[in-house]
């Protein structure tokens, strides 16, 4: 019999285990998650495949991710699997599915002629109380002591329950924190447009304002009227852009496909067309970040980019983001306008978004600092490690 990695194993066991389980807690993307979830189950069984399959509503998989299977096998393989045999006893029944040969069993109905051959298997259902999320796959153990059979063992199954247990916490982590960045993006693109929508009025009432003037003109004065008319061209073309850029940027957010550098660069572009202020974006060599620490980046310089537009009555605002030595990025959110006493802001009760910023910073590891005074404008300065 096999010495558990729970109890009794070596150190580098116990070392594996905790490992596996900072790793999920640490992920914030679904995705990441599953993936994180399959290769620690795969590594910590040494089981030659894993799978974990999350089920939707008509009888498939909402996701389906595999370990050990090359990109090539998977694309041969076809179509994902549905909700029967083995894979849906492990999504309607409660307890653990091990099986010597899942070949031998009444509920095996073959695989695609791509599959690889798998004999004995292991699977646990990921539950959340009576929920259940999904389920972990494992087959083919790959290592047993001189003369035993290479199967799954008790303490086999007693670790991958350990890890199903703390799969469903980081499942259930990672799918809040999409919600609310959700929500989060949400709001942005609704306050978005409240600020388009004043900017692309105030447009349109002076074009309508320069139309009146021209038809009294016309008669009377038709240099004039010439010249108000030319003026209701520019209005009209600038009402056009700000109605383009209001489109462009109430599409959905664009950070996963075009990077943090574009969009941030979008952003302050349309704000500029948007304010009076003069708003503007330079960078300066910064690589690709984590995910999260770009996600986090991206909504503080928008709460410190409203601030500045709605509170400091500055006429520029400059936005520069900047690679550090190690990697990392440094960003700066500084306007020209009346400033405020920060210890003032604290006592008054008062946040200004400043708090959130500051959770936003610290939870993806990185640091955040507000400068300002009366009189001397604002500085938002937040650096993030990298990845």
């Known amino acids: 019999m096999t010495a558990s990695p ?21 992920r914030l ?49 076809g179509p994902l699997p549905r909700q029967h045999g083995i894979l849906a006893a492990m999504l309607h029944e409660n307890g653990p599915e091990r099986l010597a040969d899942v070949r031998k069993d009444p509920r095996f109905g073959g695989w695609p002629s791509a599959h690889p051959e798998m004999s004995d298997f292991l699977g646990m259902p990921v539950r959340d109380g009576d929920e259940i999320l999904g389920a972990i796959f494992l087959a083919n153990k790959r290592s047993a002591p ?43 693109r609704s306050r978005l447009a409240h600020e388009l929508h004043d900017a692309v009025s105030q447009k349109l009432f002076s074009l309508r304002l320069t139309a009146q003037a021209a038809a009294t003109l016309v008669d009377r004065d038709p240099a004039r009227a010439k010249d108000e008319l030319q003026q209701v061209a520019a209005l009209a073309a600038e009402a056009a852009d ?11 957010a664009a950070l996963d496909e ?30 690709v970040l984590p995910a999260a620490q770009e996600e986090a980046v991206l909504r503080v310089a928008q709460e410190a980019l409203h601030n500045a537009l709605r509170h400091s009555d500055g006429d520029r605002v400059e936005v520069t983001l900047a690679r550090t030595p190690t990697g990392g990025a ?23 978004g400043l708090v959130s910023m500051r959770d936003r910073a610290s939870g993806v590891g990185g640091s955040l600092a507000v400068h300002s005074e009366p009189g001397r404008g604002t500085t938002i300065e937040m650096e993030v490690p990298g990845g």
């Open 258 to 287: 075009d990077g943090l550098v574009a969009t941030l660069r979008t952003h302050v572009h349309v704000l500029d067309r948007a304010h009076t202020a003069h708003v503007t974006f330079t960078c300066d060599g910064v690589r």
């Open 29 to 77: 993307e679904v995705r990441d998650v599953l993936r994180t979830i399959v290769a620690s189950a795969r590594e910590l069984l040494d089981a030659e495949y894993a799978a974990l399959g999350v089920p939707d509503d008509h009888g498939g998989f909402a996701q389906f991710v595999v370990d050990g299977i090359s990109a090539e096998q998977w694309r041969q393989i």
């Open 6 to 26: 729970l109890q009794g194993g070596p150190r580098s066991g116990l070392a594996a285990v905790s490992t596996a389980l900072l790793a999920m807690s640490r």
């Open 242 to 252: 700000e109605l383009r850029a209001a489109v462009t940027e109430l599409r959905p």
């Open 146 to 188: 001189d003369g035993a059979d290479r199967v799954f063992t008790d303490e086999d199954q007693e670790l991958l329950s350990l890890l199903a247990q703390h799969a469903a916490i980081a499942l259930t982590n990672a799918r809040l924190y999409e919600r609310s960045r959700e929500l989060t993006i949400a709001e942005e």
């Open 330 to 352: 440094v960003l700066k959110v500084v306007d020209s306008g009346r400033g405020f006493d920060p210890r003032a802001v604290r006592r008054a009760g008062r946040h200004l």
